[in-house]
RNA sequence: GCCAAGGUGGCAGAGUCCGGCCGAACGCAGCGGCCUGCAGAGCCGCCCAUCGCCGGUUCAAAUCCGGCCCUUGGCUCCA
């Protein structure tokens, strides 16, 4: 069984080939630490580490590389609202992404590298495109020569000359050609240049611009421009050749084109082999972003629904696909969760109970297990398809919860089987949090404590036919978020 | 305008590469039944799809080819 990937270099599904038979460099273009990270964000996050957990499971060595851009004209505009200066502001982001990630549950990747601490390698990449007559300079800034690199365009299927019938011809500026673009700036950021991307609580342009970090170069003082930092950093810690690049869809032009160009240039070898692209996050008819301000922050989403319910959403549209973001399919999501972690639940308490026995056989409970090892493998093969991996996983537990429903004796060995199932592909895999209670501890258990208590309670009124009283404690647990359920066995219960 | 990705049931969303297992998956919503003190969960069954439109190829097309319409994204802020 082989992996199949959407290549946007060739537009189809090829198979994937990894350089090494055994390793896999993968590397994701992480975002401008500017703002806080919201569900659009996530959605690349957490299916680049399906993938990352995909590929461990086919038995390669992943090395997975993510970057932070730290160093931004974004960032320098918000300097007085998160930070007193552009890298005050970019360790207040980078913070976030690392709790969201956390909270994510996301696989770690080997090094998250900043723009701030490549400035070296950035100088050398450009020093070397200068050399070998890619790029010029021109008052203090570096710009890559696009008229030079032939193959430009081959990603994002367009022309140069196609670019600059677009363009306006009076925006070249001190470039030689209007579609160059900036590998270096000279001196710091410019007070009109953040203008638009400035909140009214930020400081003052003039001084935000005074905190833009500089570095020495060969051209004097000045940064490095937007795309060449992933070309560094991808070289420093993986290979001038990726067998995986993945970045969002509005990434596709300019950023990786010109990452293409300025990354073959100088190496002469090709930049990636297979490029993916994750579909946008979009609520009705607008895609989810920072600069439109209709977004749901990662944060707000888990405290709201939780781990399970946001990663099970993100998982239910295939990577490559756009994905909608609205009330409804969230809370769809949620049953589609709720419906998983329950069959997995009752999978678990059958198998423990005193009515599993081991002569016992439900072959179509077996025959579900040996489909979902069929399945789901052919489904994450099929171009990373979690959303038929999802439903494997569901079918799973329809034929979990018929077993349940109509044996009297349980088939340990099914049950089992079916676990190390939900186990294997739902909680490796998928990474979601079928089992456990998020790690909050000490207060989970007195709250079972507590909940068992009234529970005790409601029994006794049930039992004394004071059906109204026990309503009302069922209500009261509810209103506190604590799912119960009466079964023959005796209620059961979900915390919140 | 140029480039790209899409248009599948009430919603959401797979399938399109490699035509037939698609009389279209999984799920949500809705309806009927079982279970239940009630509710929930679960189970069984049902309802909802001329797969954007037109034409072509084929024994056979959601899937291939051609044309058209529409939507969204990108076109140097963006995952």
Not at 342 to 364: H, L, N, P
Not at 379 to 400: G, I, K, P, Q, S
Request: glycine letters at 8%; a negative charge; one cysteine or more.
């Amino acid at each position: 069984m082989t992996l199949r990937v959407t290549n946007t270099l060739s537009g189809e599904k090829e198979v994937f080939e990894p350089q090494d038979p055994d390793a896999v460099t993968l590397y994701y273009c992480g975002l401008t630490t500017s703002d806080p990270p919201h569900l659009g964000h996530a959605r690349g996050w957490v299916h680049v580490d399906v993938m990352h957990r995909w590929l461990s499971w086919l038995g390669y060595d992943v090395h997975h590389v993510e970057n932070f851009t730290d160093v931004n004209e974004k960032i320098v505009a918000r300097v007085g609202e998160d930070g007193d200066s552009e890298a005050d502001v970019a360790r207040s982001y980078i913070q976030d992404v690392i709790r969201d990630m956390r909270s994510l549950n996301l696989k770690r990747a080997e090094v998250y590298p900043r723009v701030s601490e490549h400035v070296p390698e950035i100088i050398d990449l450009v020093e070397t495109l200068i050399d070998r007559g890619y790029a010029y300079e021109a008052n203090g800034s570096v710009y890559f020569d696009v008229t030079e690199f032939d193959e430009y365009g081959e990603l994002s299927n367009q022309t140069v000359e196609e670019l600059d019938a677009q363009g306006d011809p009076e925006e070249r500026g001190e470039k030689r050609h209007p579609q160059d673009f900036a590998l270096w700036k000279a001196d710091g950021v410019d007070p009109v240049d953040i203008e638009e991307h400035r909140h009214p609580e930020a400081a003052p342009a003039e001084e935000a611009c005074e905190t833009a970090q500089t570095w020495d170069s060969p051209w004097g003082e000045g940064r490095p421009g937007w795309h060449i930092e992933c070309s560094a950093m991808s070289m420093t810690h993986l290979d001038e050749t990726l067998d995986i690049h993945v970045g969002g869809q509005d990434l596709v032009f300019p950023h990786h084109e010109n990452e293409v160009a300025q990354s073959e240039a100088a190496t002469g070898e090709t930049f990636a082999n297979h490029w993916l692209h994750v579909g946008l996050l979009e609520t009705k008819a607008e895609k989810m972003s920072s600069s439109l301000g209709n977004f749901a922050t990662v944060e707000e989403a888990i405290a709201e629904h939780g781990l399970g319910v946001v990663r099970t959403f993100l998982l239910s549209t295939a990577y490559h696909s756009r994905a909608t973001y609205s009330e409804e399919t969230l809370a769809e999501a949620e049953e589609r969760f709720d419906r998983l972690q329950r069959g997995y639940e009752r999978a678990v308490e059958a198998a423990d109970s005193v009515d599993a026995a081991t002569k016992v056989a439900d072959d179509d409970l077996r025959e579900a297990v040996e489909d979902t090892h069929r399945a789901v493998p052919e489904a994450m093969n099929d171009d990373f398809n979690t959303r038929e991996a999802l439903a494997a996983l569901l079918e799973l537990t329809n034929a979990v919860n018929r077993h349940v429903d109509e044996r009297d004796a349980y088939d340990y060995r099914g049950l089992r089987r079916a676990i190390e199932a939900y186990e294997e592909f739902a909680v490796d895999v998928l990474g979601l949090p079928l089992g456990g209670d998020g790690g909050d501890g000490g207060d989970v258990r007195l709250a079972e404590e507590l909940v068992e208590l009234v529970l005790d309670v409601r029994e006794s009124e049930r039992e004394a036919g004071n059906y109204e009283r026990a309503d009302e404690l069922r209500d009261e647990l509810d209103t506190l978020g604590v799912d119960v359920e009466d079964s023959d066995d005796g209620p059961t219960y979900r915390l919140p």
